[in-house]
C-alpha cells in the first residue's frame, strides 16, 4: 500500500500522529509532500498516480472529478476537518472511493476572525514592530488612530456556529451585534443576543462586517458590488470562510474607490497567493496566508484522525465516511 499526505507545510504529520506505525502495520509506504503541488492537473495527477490512499489537508489540493477519474489507484482518501468542498463527492463514489473526514475545532477560525478584527481595528499591520521594525530605529510612532469597538456595530454575515461564537466575543467587547443570512431566524439571533436585520441594514450599519456563509452554489459572489457600494467608507470587511463569497473584482474596485476603510482577509480565490496577485497590490488590504484553522491542536486531530481512518479502512470498516 502507498499512502501519500499532502501539503504539509510544516512538516509535522510524522511528529503529531502515527503514520510510522501505520506503516509497519500495514506494511505501507507513506510519502509526505511538505510542498503544494501546484494548480495543473498534469502535475498532480502524475505525483498522485501511484498512491492507494491519500491524506487531503482541507482544500490546498482539490479533487474534482476529472482528477479523480486521472487516479486509478486510489482507494481512500482522507480530507482534514468535517467537509470539503473541492472533492466531488459523488464522482468518488462512482468510482468507489471512500472519502472519510476528521474532526475539527470551529474555535481556532473563530479566534483567528477577532485577531484580524483587531489588528485591522487598531491598525497592527502598520504600527506593530518586529525585528525587522524596530522600536530602536526611532520611527513610524504613532502614525495611526485606532477603532475602540465597544459601542460599535458588528455585522455578522452567517450566524451558524462559527458566526455565533465570534458574535459572542463582540458582545463581550460590548459592540451592537446585528447578522444577515437568508435562512437566519429571529429565533436564532435571539438566542444568542443578536438582532437580525436586513442585508442592506447589516452593510449599510456596521463598522466591521464578518464573513461566516458556508461555500455553496448560492453563496458564492453573494457579496459583490451591491453590498460593498452599501458599506460606510470608514468600516472594515473580514472574511475568514471563503474568498469565493466574495467578488474578488468588486472588493479591489471598492477598496480602490475607498468605499471601505480596510479588507482583512485570511482566504483567497488562488492559494497559495501569487507573489503579485492583485489582492496583494490593492489600497486597504490586510492579509494572512490561511491560517484561521493553523493551529498545532487542530493539526494533531487531524492527523491521528487520518491514522485512524486509514487503520479502519484497512480492515474494512471505514469510519467518518464522507461517500
Same mark, same amino acid.
Given at each position: 500500500?502507498?499512502?501519500?499526505?499532502?501539503?504539509?507545510?510544516?512538516?509535522?504529520?510524522?511528529?503529531? $500522529?502515527?503514520?510510522?506505525?501505520?506503516?509497519?502495520?500495514?506494511?505501507?509506504?507513506?510519502?509526505?509532500?511538505?510542498?503544494?503541488?501546484?494548480?495543473?492537473?498534469?502535475?498532480?495527477?502524475?505525483?498522485?498516480?501511484?498512491?492507494?490512499?491519500?491524506?487531503?489537508?482541507?482544500?490546498?489540493?482539490?479533487?474534482?472529478? $476529472?482528477?479523480?477519474?486521472?487516479?486509478?489507484?486510489?482507494?481512500?482518501?482522507?480530507?482534514?476537518?468535517?467537509?470539503?468542498? !473541492?472533492?466531488? @463527492?459523488?464522482?468518488?463514489?462512482?468510482?468507489?472511493?471512500? %472519502? !472519510?473526514?476528521?474532526?475539527?475545532? $470551529?474555535? /481556532?477560525?473563530?479566534?483567528?476572525?477577532?485577531?484580524?478584527?483587531?489588528?485591522?481595528?487598531?491598525?497592527?499591520?502598520?504600527?506593530?514592530?518586529?525585528?525587522?521594525?524596530?522600536?530602536?530605529?526611532?520611527?513610524?510612532?504613532?502614525?495611526?488612530?485606532? @477603532?475602540?469597538? !465597544?459601542?460599535?456595530?458588528?455585522?455578522?454575515?452567517?450566524?451558524?456556529?462559527?458566526?455565533?461564537?465570534?458574535?459572542?466575543?463582540?458582545? +463581550?467587547?460590548?459592540?451592537?451585534?446585528? +447578522?444577515?443570512?437568508?435562512?437566519?431566524?429571529?429565533?436564532?439571533?435571539?438566542?444568542?443576543? %443578536?438582532? @437580525?436585520?436586513?442585508?442592506?441594514?447589516?452593510?449599510?450599519?456596521?463598522?466591521?462586517?464578518?464573513?461566516?456563509?458556508?461555500?455553496?452554489?448560492?453563496?458564492?459572489?453573494?457579496?459583490?458590488?451591491?453590498?460593498?457600494?452599501?458599506?460606510?467608507?470608514?468600516?472594515?470587511?473580514?472574511?475568514?470562510?471563503?474568498?469565493?463569497?466574495?467578488?474578488?473584482?468588486?472588493? %479591489?474596485?471598492?477598496?480602490?474607490?475607498?468605499?471601505?476603510?480596510?479588507?482583512?482577509?485570511?482566504?483567497?480565490?488562488?492559494?497559495?497567493?501569487?507573489?503579485? /496577485?492583485?489582492?496583494? $497590490?490593492?489600497?486597504?488590504?490586510?492579509?494572512?496566508?490561511?491560517?484561521?484553522?493553523?493551529?498545532?491542536?487542530?493539526?494533531?486531530?487531524?492527523?491521528?484522525?487520518?491514522?485512524?481512518?486509514?487503520? +479502519?479502512?484497512?480492515?474494512?470498516?471505514?469510519?467518518? %465516511?464522507?461517500?
Amino acid at each position: 500500500m502507498r499512502i501519500a499526505i499532502l501539503d504539509d507545510y510544516h512538516n509535522v504529520a510524522r511528529s503529531l $500522529a502515527d503514520f510510522d506505525g501505520l506503516a509497519v502495520a500495514l506494511d505501507a509506504e507513506v510519502t509526505v509532500f511538505t510542498e503544494h503541488l501546484g494548480h495543473e492537473d498534469s502535475t498532480v495527477v502524475q505525483a498522485l498516480q501511484p498512491f492507494d490512499a491519500i491524506v487531503a489537508m482541507r482544500e490546498r489540493t482539490p479533487f474534482p472529478a $476529472a482528477r479523480l477519474a486521472a487516479l486509478p489507484n486510489l482507494k481512500l482518501l482522507v480530507t482534514t476537518g468535517r467537509r470539503n468542498g !473541492s472533492i466531488d @463527492l459523488q464522482a468518488a463514489k462512482n468510482q468507489g472511493i471512500v %472519502v !472519510s473526514h476528521t474532526g475539527y475545532v $470551529a474555535t /481556532d477560525a473563530a479566534e483567528h476572525t477577532w485577531a484580524l478584527i483587531l489588528s485591522a481595528a487598531r491598525r497592527l499591520d502598520v504600527e506593530l514592530f518586529s525585528a525587522d521594525r524596530p522600536l530602536a530605529a526611532g520611527t513610524g510612532w504613532q502614525t495611526t488612530f485606532g @477603532l475602540g469597538l !465597544s459601542g460599535k456595530t458588528l455585522g455578522v454575515y452567517g450566524l451558524g456556529n462559527l458566526g455565533a461564537k465570534v458574535a459572542k466575543v463582540g458582545l +463581550a467587547f460590548g459592540m451592537r451585534v446585528i +447578522a444577515y443570512s437568508q435562512n437566519l431566524t429571529k429565533a436564532r439571533a435571539t438566542e444568542f443576543g %443578536v438582532e @437580525l436585520v436586513s442585508e442592506a441594514e447589516l452593510f449599510s450599519t456596521s463598522d466591521i462586517v464578518t464573513v461566516h456563509l458556508k461555500l455553496s452554489e448560492r453563496s458564492t459572489g453573494v457579496i459583490g458590488p451591491k453590498q460593498l457600494a452599501w458599506m460606510r467608507p470608514e468600516a472594515i470587511l473580514v472574511n475568514t470562510s471563503r474568498s469565493k463569497i466574495v467578488q474578488t473584482d468588486a472588493l %479591489v474596485q471598492a477598496l480602490e474607490n475607498e468605499q471601505l476603510y480596510l479588507a482583512a482577509l485570511d482566504v483567497f480565490d488562488i492559494e497559495p497567493l501569487p507573489a503579485k /496577485d492583485r489582492l496583494l $497590490a490593492a489600497r486597504g488590504v490586510i492579509a494572512t496566508p490561511h491560517i484561521g484553522y493553523v493551529t498545532i491542536e487542530q493539526f494533531e486531530m487531524f492527523y491521528r484522525d487520518s491514522v485512524a481512518n486509514i487503520r +479502519a479502512w484497512a480492515k474494512g470498516s471505514p469510519i467518518r %465516511v464522507l461517500s
